[in-house]
């Protein structure tokens, strides 16, 4: 099982570019670094560098910093133990958790793991759906997650083109939603919680690209930040 873990991400799922539907027996996931490093301690570098240890012996990230997207990355289905730590650069993945427990992926599936802050503002972290069925000409989804330690928000966005395309979703604390939309070269994003609003977050891609939007940080601090990443190609 682990080699076969091993041969798929470091030969496959750091390749890999395009979000489709996994092949059955398999899922995908990417790994989202949503928690800011002044959140959790004043001392702390504000980028946060952590290292990811899978099934206690696969190091998948060194040095991964607050805002970072990794993947998506292709993996047979399962359970797996997922421990991050900060970050070691003479022997990554050899410090203490920090965060650690395990993680359930099925056949099909395609998620996002994301590294945050819990309502008492403590790390953890959650896994969150991502809408990959066929976007259809000419369109391009948003994916929105509710990651951020902060009260229910609304997420608006707007094309970066002459003739623009405006459309809001509301969102509650630990929510996904989708919403697809006219396909444009680009989409800025932005969102608000009563009077406090946090972004812009920019997107680009071509028609039937899905873009994901995640909001991490805490609303407290105002540390509210929108992280963006565009995955080509989900027909």
């Given at each position: ?86 970050a070691n650069p003479i022997s990554p993945c050899s410090n203490a958790a920090v965060i650690s ?123 509210v930040t929108l992280l963006s990443k565009t995955i080509p190609s989900v027909f």
């Open positions: 099982m682990l080699a076969k873990l091993r041969a798929l991400i470091f030969s496959l799922g750091l390749a890999s570019g395009f979000a489709s539907p996994a092949l059955a027996g398999t899922a995908s996931f990417l790994v989202v670094h949503g928690i800011p490093g002044r959140d959790v301690a004043a001392g702390l570098d504000p980028q946060l560098p952590v290292d990811v240890l899978v099934n206690g012996s696969i190091c998948l990230l060194k040095n991964f910093t607050f805002g970072q997207i990794a993947g998506p990355y292709d993996v047979p289905a399962g359970t797996y133990s997922v421990a991050v730590s900060l427990g395990n993680v359930t992926l099925t056949s099909g599936e395609f998620g996002a793991i994301v590294a945050q802050l819990s309502p008492k503002g403590a790390p953890t972290a959650g896994v969150y759906p991502i809408d990959v069925l066929p976007v259809g000409k000419p369109s391009q989804r948003f994916v929105v997650i509710h990651a951020a330690d902060a009260p229910p928000v609304f997420v608006h966005g707007i094309s970066l083109g002459t003739s623009p395309v405006k459309f809001t979703l509301p969102l509650a604390t630990g929510m996904v939603k989708s919403a697809d939309v006219a396909a444009q070269s680009g989409y800025s994003a932005t969102i608000s919680a009563g009077s406090a609003s946090f972004g812009p977050a920019n997107v680009f891609g071509a028609p039937q690209s899905l873009f994901l939007i995640v909001a991490v940080g805490n609303a407290g601090s105002g540390s």
